[in-house]
C-alpha cells in the first residue's frame, strides 16, 4: 500500500490537501505534531481512504513536544473519533501505551521505532523487532536513517523474518541513501510504504513523491 502523509497547519489545510491526495493513495497518514491546530475528529469524518492518526515526539524525529499524557490523549482522541489506524511509538511509557491498548476499539495499532541518526547492527535491529512484536499491536514499524547502502540491507532483511512470523511490518531507511529501501520493501511485501503527495511535502526526508513511486515501481514490476 501507498501511504501518503497530511502536513498542515491546521484543518482546512488538511482537508484540502487530502481532496488531492485520496485518488493517489491507499492511505492517508495525518500527522498531528506538525498541526497548529486541528479536529482529528472532523479530518476522520471527511476522509474517503482509510486514515493513519501519528502523533510523532521529537525523540523519534518528529515535531512533537507533549508531555506522555497529552501525547496518549491524541491517540486515544482518534481511537474513539473512528481513526483506521494509530501510531504509538514503543518510547511511550508502558502504562500510557496500555492504555492506548486496552482501548483500540476498531483501531489497528502500529508499534513504532525510529532511529533517526543511525542504523543499528543486526543485532539491535533484531532485539527492536522483538520489543515491536512483543506488543499487542497489530503491526511493527522500524525505521532508521541509512548512511550506507548495506544500512538498508539490515533493515530490508526484518521483512521476510516478519513474514515467516506471520506479523505485518513497515521498514525501510529514511535519508537520501534510505530511498531506495522506500521501494524495495513495497517490493518485498511491507505493510505500506510511506510516499508524499509532491515535492515538498515530505514528513520525513527520503520521502519519494507518489507519482513518482508509482511510476518507479511500475517499471521494476513490469
Not at 97 to 111: H, L, N, Q
Request: contains cysteine; hydrophobic residues 40%; neutral net charge.
Amino acid at each position: 500500500m501507498f501511504c501518503i502523509p497530511i502536513v498542515s497547519r491546521d484543518n482546512a489545510e488538511a482537508l484540502r490537501k487530502m481532496v488531492v491526495a485520496e485518488p493517489l493513495a491507499d492511505m492517508l497518514e495525518i500527522r498531528l505534531d506538525v498541526m497548529e491546530t486541528f479536529d482529528v475528529g472532523e479530518i476522520i469524518k471527511a476522509a474517503s481512504r482509510p486514515i493513519l492518526v501519528t502523533y510523532r515526539s521529537k525523540r523519534e524525529g518528529g515535531n512533537g513536544g507533549a508531555d506522555p499524557e497529552t501525547h496518549a490523549n491524541y491517540i486515544l482522541t482518534a481511537i474513539q473519533k473512528g481513526a483506521d489506524l494509530v501510531d504509538v511509538e514503543l518510547s511511550l511509557p508502558r502504562r500510557w501505551r496500555k492504555k492506548i491498548f486496552d482501548a483500540r476499539g476498531g483501531s489497528e495499532i502500529i508499534t513504532s521505532v525510529h532511529r533517526n541518526d543511525a542504523t543499528p547492527s543486526r543485532q539491535d535491529l533484531k532485539r527492536i523487532f522483538r520489543d515491536c512484536a512483543g506488543a499487542p499491536s497489530d503491526i511493527v514499524k522500524i525505521v532508521t536513517r541509512a548512511e550506507t547502502w548495506e544500512d538498508n540491507l539490515r533493515v530490508l532483511e526484518l521483512i521476510p523474518v516478519a513474514h515467516d512470523r506471520g506479523i505485518k511490518i513497515i521498514a525501510f531507511c529514511m535519508g537520501p541513501v534510505g530511498r531506495i529501501s522506500r521501494i524495495v520493501s513495497h517490493l518485498m511485501g511491507a505493510y505500506l510504504t510511506f510516499a508524499s503527495l509532491e515535492g515538498g511535502e515530505e514528513s520525513a526526508e527520503g520521502q519519494i513523491p507518489i507519482k513518482q513511486m508509482k511510476k518507479i515501481v511500475d517499471i521494476l514490476k513490469a
